[in-house]
DNA sequence: GTAGGGTTAG
């Protein structure tokens, strides 16, 4: 039999691998001639159990029509269009039509095309053609049929063809079956389709794969035009592939390729996405002084790096260069603006801008009121953020996935448990509840308020109901626990996490050992913090704190003034109380010896640090050592 | 003519 090309059986087999087509003897003899034609039509006449006879009678001229032309057509191939009457063209596109629809309706028809149209000769360019031709608003359904002619095997296709099926799987924008169909037939596709596969791959995302169609291009000769290149450079920008847009960047140079502003856009947004960010100014400049003004995009992008970076005076130099360029800060500029104003606790002047625009006739849109509302509500001002969310209500604004979890959070963390719980039903009523973030929003929102019980039984709908779970929602949990004092179940959870492949937060190690060692299990504490170190995850020094208390208490000394070094020489300063309870406990099991020394450390930093404080603390320890 | 922007832990 015929290999099916793997990604073909894949795309229409994968659910039930009994549609493979079974092929009869008739098969291989491909070219039928009119007599077995006959034939079969008379056995069709003597049988006539079809159910619908007259169709099938209909068929079968029509059919036996085609197959005249076809061979006709078989005799005469240097010109074959010139030999046929538009009659008989119209007669195969007919016949086209009458395998398409059988094709389209027909979910087996591999298995029965050629036992329903026996006498077809489908290797006929002109029969192929034209039902290819028929299939141009199903893509898949034509390079399904066109596989399947070459599982016949045998039949040879020529470039032209090749290059229809390719065309029209780029500009279907089905990069993988482009990709796997060029990588099947070998064929040299012209180089303006290639052209098309690579806008058809960067808009897929396959960066790579388009970068070597450049290559390939470019070994032929063949320039793409600017269009293309900025078009893969935006894709490049888009999925943050910086080392690519340097790469084509440099092949068009290297090509001769005349740039305009849409390219030192994207090579502004790469600065930006490497973070650097004073040479994507320095180009912004440039290309301003040269008179062109670039998309408002690549300014955005350009003031959020600016800020990133604390350069709030360029920030501002921006906003006045777009002004100037007639490029006026649009509503994304300024979601931007209150968004990192938001986050670096600056939301007082978040909202005063918020107001300010609003004052001016801005309309903000649902975005806007959510970034608001979400920092309204980190800054505990629920007031505020209620507010808003009612006056979004009114101005005729919606609220989504988003604005329901950002103040839904807000809620919970303000302990507002029954405005939460309300207003989660609504969400879930809204079709909004299924998501991973919700249900995540609502679980640490449930553990921060000590309904951890209540957050686990989420966590057990999520699996029911086919919610994924992500890290967020084991280390939610986790702390959810730890919280409760409840460390076996943290313990359960984080083991959980761990199996289900994720990786831990140093936040939620450093709850966990800091809560194993108030339960008194310093070694259990010990052993998680080696364990992470040993797969990779480096844990915080900062988390050995409780380790050496816990030591101490238990006077474990050697470890603990081992776990001591091991903090000091990472450059991590152990806490205050840290040192003072080793101190005392060293102190007050006749270790002066060692007291001493880690007094000395406490000093040699209180003194780096601060002279009051170091004598303050020289007096206090000083009277708890005994001399002796 | 269009797209671009925002969620949950720490």
Redesign the pocket.
């Known amino acids: 039999m015929a290999r099916i090309p793997s990604f073909f059986s894949n795309l229409c087999f994968r659910q039930n691998p009994k549609y493979l087509p079974a092929f009869t003897p008739q098969i291989r003899n491909r070219n039928l001639s009119l007599d077995q034609f006959n034939g079969n039509s008379e056995e069709l006449a003597q049988h006539p159990q079809n159910a619908n006879e007259t169709f099938a009678q209909d068929r079968i001229f029509r059919l036996n029509e085609t197959s005249r032309l076809s061979e006709e057509l078989m005799q005469n191939p240097q010109n074959p269009d010139e030999k046929f009457t538009q009659n008989q063209i119209s007669s195969v596109s007919e016949i086209a039509k009458e395998i398409s629809k059988f094709i389209r309706t027909q979910p087996r028809w591999e298995q029965t095309l050629l036992r329903d149209f026996p006498t077809l000769n489908f290797a006929d360019p002109v029969v192929y053609n034209a039902v290819l031709k028929q299939q141009e608003s199903n893509v898949f359904l034509s390079l399904r049929f066109y596989l399947w002619l070459r599982s016949l095997g045998g039949v040879s296709f020529d470039p032209v063809l090749c290059n229809v099926m390719f065309s029209r799987l780029v500009e279907a924008k089905a990069a993988y079956a482009a990709k796997s169909f060029l990588h099947d037939t070998r064929f040299e596709p012209e180089p303006q389709y290639l052209e098309l596969y690579v806008r058809c791959l960067c808009e897929n995302g396959l960066i790579d794969e388009a970068l070597g169609v450049f290559e390939r291009l470019k070994m032929i000769g063949y320039y793409a035009s600017l269009d293309t290149w900025n078009l893969a450079l935006s894709h490049c920008v888009r999925t943050s592939r910086v080392d690519a847009v340097w790469r084509l960047y440099g092949e068009m140079m290297e090509c001769g390729i005349v740039t305009n502003v849409d390219t030192i856009g994207h090579l502004i947004r790469a600065f930006c996405l490497e973070n650097n960010v004073a040479k994507g100014y320095e180009l912004l400049q440039q290309v301003l002084e040269a008179g062109h003004v670039p ?3 690549v300014f ?1 992008k350009l003031i959020s790096a600016l800020w990133k970076n604390g350069n709030f005076g360029t920030v501002s130099a921006v906003l006045h260069n777009m002004i100037a360029k007639n490029r006026p800060p ?3 500029t300024y ?2 603006i209150i ?1 990192r104003l938001c ?1 670096g606790r600056m939301r007082n002047e978040g909202l005063r801008i918020f107001d300010e625009l609003k004052n001016r006739g801005y309309f903000p ?4 009121y ?2 608001m509302i ?1 920092g309204l509500c980190r800054n505990k001002d629920l007031g505020d953020a209620r507010k808003l969310w009612f006056e979004m209500i009114q101005n005729g604004i919606i609220p ?4 329901y ?2 103040f839904i ?1 807000g809620l919970w963390r303000s302990g507002h448990f029954d405005e939460a719980e309300k207003l989660h039903k609504e969400m879930v009523d809204r079709g909004y509840g299924d ?4 249900y ?2 609502m679980i ?1 929102g449930l553990c921060l308020n000590g309904k951890v019980e209540e957050a686990q039984a989420l966590f057990e709908e999520m699996n029911e109901k086919g919610v994924v779970r ?3 929602t084991y ?2 949990l986790i ?1 959810g626990f730890c919280l409760q004092g409840k460390i076996t179940e943290a313990l359960h959870f984080f083991i959980e996490l761990r199996k289900q492949g994720f990786r831990p ?1 140093t ?2 190690l450093t709850t966990l050992i800091e809560k194993l060692c108030e339960a008194g299990q310093v070694k259990e504490a010990e052993t998680l913090w080696l364990d992470m170190q040993k797969s990779g995850l480096e844990p915080a020094f900062r988390s050995l704190d409780p380790i050496i208390s816990g030591l101490s208490k238990q006077e474990q000394f050697a470890e603990a003034l081992e776990w001591l070094g091991c903090m000091i020489n990472n450059g991590v300063r152990p806490k205050k109380t840290t040192l003072e309870r080793l101190i005392e406990h060293l102190s007050l099991a006749d270790r002066s010896d060692d007291a001493l020394y880690v007094l000395g450390y406490t000093l040699r930093w209180a003194l780096f640090s601060s002279k009051a404080v170091a004598i303050r603390w020289w007096i206090n320890f000083a009277e708890r050592i005994p001399i002796t």
């Open positions: 998309d408002k995009t955005n649009d509503i994304y979601q931007e968004h986050k849109d649902r975005v806007m959510t970034t979400r989504n996935e988003y604005t979890n950002a959070d998501t991973t973030v919700s995540n929003t640490n992500d890290s967020i280390s939610s702390k937060s936040a939620t």
